[in-house]
Nanobody, 127 residues
Framework: QVELVESGGGLVQAGGSLRLSCAAS????????MGWFRQAPGKEREFVSA????????YYADSVKGRFTISRDNAKNTVSLQMSSLKPEDTAVYYC????????????????????WGRGTQVTVSS
């Protein structure tokens, strides 16, 4: 079966950094785009970042541009999110996902274009 597992979350003070990783198993996703989404308590899931199959195109939400960097290693079937200058508003559960549905929107930011999701990892930014 297909499984995506996020890791690297934790508690950090404002201004700090964390590196999230997502490991896929059961199937290779080297031919698919990958994305990161997050959901804070009481709020809807929102787009954070995405990367195309080869890694030469990246996309970021305005709220994280200049602070977060997405990357992937197709040989290891993983995708990572380096987060710097973290703010309390970054507190959320972060999920990685695979873009398996290419719809008319053709947007890496649309959650309905993703069909496989990880269990999520908690990121908490204090102060």
């Amino acid at each position: 079966q297909v499984e995506l597992v996020e890791s690297g979350g934790g508690l950090v003070q404002a201004g700090g950094s964390l590196r999230l990783s997502c490991a896929a198993s059961g199937r290779t996703f080297s031919s698919y785009g990958m994305g990161w989404f997050r959901q804070a308590p009481g709020k809807e899931r929102e787009f954070v970042s995405a990367i195309n199959w080869s890694g030469d195109n990246t996309y970021y939400a305005d709220s994280v541009k200049g602070r977060f960097t997405i990357s992937r290693d197709n040989a290891k079937n993983t995708v990572s999110l380096q987060m710097s200058s973290l703010k309390p508003e970054d507190t959320a559960v972060y999920y990685c996902a695979v873009r398996i549905y290419v719809r008319r929107t053709y947007s890496y930011a649309e959650s309905n274009e993703y069909g496989y999701w990880g269990r999520g990892t908690q990121v908490t930014v204090s102060s």
